[in-house]
Structure formats: C-alpha cells, structure tokens
C-alpha cells in the first residue's frame, strides 16, 4: 500500500514559521491531486490546503494568506509552508491525495506529524 510521508512538525511560538513536507513513492504527486488535514486537539478534522494535479491551490479560510502549499515535481514532494502560526494551528497534520474538500474512502494517509503552537 502506498502511503505518503510527512515530516517537519515541531514545536514553534505564536508567529513563528513551519515546514512541513510529504514524500511517497508508489505514485506521482504531478498526477495526483493532494491534500493538507490536519486533526484538532479536540478531535475535529479540518481541510488545510490542497494542490491540484494542474498546479491549482486552495487553501481553507482559517489559514488563507498564512499558509503556502506547493509541489516539487522533481522531487516528488509536497510542502505546506506554515507562517505566522497562531495556538489554534495546533494539531496532527496529514498529507493524503485527495482533491481539496473532496473525501476519498480509498485515499492514502500519512501517520501525521504533530505540530504544537504555544508560547
């Protein structure tokens, strides 16, 4: 089973800056829609970002102008860059190819890379 792979969590202040990258072999992200989640400390799970197979971004209201995704297609990875994090930022991000907003039963899921804001 392909399953992607994220790295870059950590522990930041209030203003600070993350990146957090996905990697996976199996399949290639120019060709795949994909996808930022991320779970909330009190369960909920929140769409963050997307990339679409055309190069398209989208990202949700709550980190709309913090948040950057992009593709190395060379590379085969997908970065979310995390500025200007605030505590609500706190959660499990998980990289997945999915469209933006758009839940797949078969997607694959990373095992999620914690990130925690606080000061």
């Known amino acids: 089973e392909v399953q992607p792979v994220e790295s870059g969590g950590g522990s930041v202040q209030p203003g600070g800056s993350l990146t957090l990258s996905c990697s996976a072999s199996?399949?290639?992200?120019?060709?795949?829609?994909m996808s930022w989640l991320r779970r909330l400390p009190r369960g909920g799970l929140e769409w963050v970002c997307g990339i679409y197979k055309d190069g398209t971004t989208y990202c949700g209201d709550t980190v709309k102008g913090r948040f950057t995704i992009s593709r190395d297609s060379s590379e085969n990875t997908v970065t979310l860059q995390m500025n200007n994090l605030k505590s609500e930022d706190t959660a499990i991000y998980y990289c997945?190819?999915?469209?933006?907003?758009?839940?797949?039963?078969?997607?694959?899921w990373g095992r999620g890379t914690q990130v925690t804001v606080s000061s």
């Open positions: 997945t190819n999915q469209a933006y907003g758009a839940y797949d039963p078969y997607s694959s």
């Open positions: 199996g399949f290639t992200f120019a060709e795949t829609h």
